[in-house]
């Protein structure tokens, strides 16, 4: 079991660029999440996925979309990158919306934008 | 009030110290509650569910107490490794996991 992946695991981007960022889990878990973190600042959730076909806004959705695209497989789209968007991004999953086992998290992407 | 606070930290401590970390949260109908440790550069880690009675893990003792809306994490015996943030996360039915902003742990030699 590979749990959760993400790619890529680095991106550089310039001001303007889009890129989809991916992350698959084979825990078989309904739930999945996008998260960022920022230096200083704890985890703040963009998206997520109760399951599969549904997605819901987080704490910080705007200038990010995001695609379930079956039960494995959860995407992250930057449409226009802007340099308030370097960040570390971690995608994660959960057997059920807030389950009481937890959640698990990919490696992470670090991505810059300049 | 933030859902979840913990410590601000940093703490520092020498090997084989015993720590304790502390965690509040406002949403009473919180229900599932876990300790997560993140190394630098690198991805939270579930490191235990806490459970009503309380429960332990080797060198790690985690309590709940939910008249005071209050969980902590025990250390005994820390070890270099055990250098990391920790991460204090509530959940209740059908809503998302809330993080705390974690509380640092340096374990000098």
């Known amino acids: 079991n590979a749990g959760v992946t993400q790619t890529p695991k680095f991106q550089v981007l310039k001001t303007g660029q889009s890129m989809t960022l991916q992350c698959a889990q084979d825990?078989?878990?309904?739930?999945m999440y996008w998260y960022r973190q920022d230096p200083g600042m704890g985890l703040r959730l963009i998206y997520y996925?109760?399951?599969?076909?549904?997605?819901d806004k987080g704490e910080v959705p705007n200038g990010y979309n995001v695609s379930r695209l079956n039960k494995r497989e959860f995407s992250l789209r930057l449409e226009s990158a802007a340099p308030s968007q370097t960040s570390v991004y971690f995608c994660?999953?959960?057997?059920?919306?807030?389950?009481?086992?937890?959640?698990?998290f990919g490696p992470g992407t670090r991505l810059t934008v300049l | 009030r933030k859902e979840v606070e913990q410590d601000p930290g940093p703490f520092n401590v020498p090997e084989g110290a015993t720590v304790a970390f502390n965690c509040t949260y406002s949403?009473?109908?919180?229900?599932?509650f876990f300790w997560y440790r993140q190394d630098c550069r690198k991805e939270p880690k579930l490191l235990m569910s806490?459970?009503?009675s309380g429960n332990e893990d080797g060198r790690f003792t985690a309590q709940l107490n939910r008249a005071s809306q209050y969980i902590s994490l025990l250390i005994r015996d820390s070890k270099l490794s055990d250098s990391a943030t920790y991460l204090c996360?509530?959940?209740?039915?059908?809503?998302?996991?809330?993080f705390g902003p974690g509380t640092r742990l340096s374990v000098l030699p």
């Open positions: 994660a999953s959960s057997e059920e919306l807030a389950g009481a086992r937890g959640q698990f």
């Open positions: 825990m078989n878990h309904n739930s």
């Open positions: 949403n009473s109908a919180s229900q599932s």
């Open positions: 806490v459970y009503s």
């Open positions: 996925s109760a399951s599969e076909g549904t997605t």
């Open positions: 996360v509530v959940s209740s039915n059908g809503q998302n996991f809330v």
